[in-house]
């Protein structure tokens, strides 16, 4: 039996999984949509890596993160739940000891890190705007009528890209629409938006961040190759895209889990055959009138999170 770690990233538009052994070697891995349903997209994702790893792992710890990582931690009885710029930078540390940058554009929302001999120093995310980031895309993808996948492809085909306003949603659905109109060809309003949203993310996101190699990519956008050049040509410095990139985040949660004080024992059955619910509601034992959720397992309250002031 293989002592091992389980590591969940749930965010807003994908959930992604790994296990990892004692010397952080992935031995399953998942990345699925999450579908407007965290919880469905956490059972998904354990059934699939629990399908991969057979019965021949023992689960020593689970750790969570993303914008869902309670949640998830709650179904999992994790030990860890972690930020995502936290497990960003352990997990990239771990395969890139040296890196100085990581930059993340995810589904919709992105994050800059700033590393200084392996301690993070500086980073900042961007969660309020869709701009530039992996919905964005996908979003002008339909309207081009070309799969996203397919959008890298076309951004190196182009001879003079368009210039596209990426500051804002509207502006830039308004501008790609004029170029189209105009007579513009997909391949240069294509790389035009990949483009924008590297230029969306250096002057918003990065701004005043002095970005040193070795830069290292990540996040669902990271698998678009014409993204990866535009941030080469703006940088004058070469970008890795590690194979497991969109991964990171769960990887880096699989090895803080490592480090937790024992807990539960964690039982891939117990969190594909339980019933998790979650629950509205709003504390009126104060003034803050604090939004809550409440999270049921079989019916049965096990977490709470909401509130800004003790009981």
Request: hydrophobic share 45%; proline share 4%; aromatic share 6%.
């Amino acid at each position: 039996m293989i002592k091992a770690y389980i590591g969940i990233d749930v965010g807003s538009v994908s959930t992604k999984g790994v296990v990892i052994d004692e010397g952080n070697a992935v031995i399953a891995e998942e990345y699925l949509l999450t579908g407007g349903d965290p919880i469905d997209a956490v059972k998904a994702l354990v059934k699939s890596l629990y399908e991969q790893c057979g019965g021949a792992v023992e689960i020593a710890g689970a750790g969570t993160t993303g914008s869902a990582r309670r949640l998830a931690g709650a179904m999992l009885n994790a030990g860890t739940v972690k930020n995502e710029i936290t497990a960003h930078a352990v997990g990239t540390l771990s395969v890139y000891p040296g890196a100085a940058t990581i930059l993340e554009i995810g589904g919709q929302d992105s994050k800059i890190i700033i590393l200084d001999g392996g301690v993070v120093v500086d980073y900042a995310m961007n969660t309020l705007c869709a701009a530039g980031t992996g919905a964005f895309l996908s979003s002008q993808a339909a309207r081009l009528n070309v799969p996203v996948e397919d959008f890298g492809t076309f951004a190196l085909k182009a001879s003079r890209p368009a210039a596209i306003a990426a500051r804002c949603t509207v502006f830039a659905e308004s501008d790609l629409v004029h170029k189209m109109q105009v007579g513009y060809k997909k391949e240069d309003i294509i790389a035009g938006l990949c483009n924008a949203v590297v230029s969306n993310y250096l002057n918003n996101l990065a701004k005043g961040k002095k970005i040193k190699p070795p830069v290292i990519f990540q996040g669902g956008v990271s698998k678009n190759i014409g993204v990866v050049r535009a941030f080469e040509r703006a940088l004058n410095t070469p970008v890795t895209v590690d194979p497991r990139a969109p991964l990171m985040g769960a990887f880096g949660a699989a090895i803080l889990s490592k480090s937790a004080k024992p807990g539960p024992v964690f039982n891939f059955n117990a969190v594909l055959t339980q019933n998790f619910q979650t629950e509205g509601a709003e504390c009126a034992k104060c003034a803050n009138n604090c939004e809550l959720v409440n999270v049921f397992r079989n019916g049965a309250p096990i977490d709470v999170w909401g509130r800004r002031c003790a009981d």
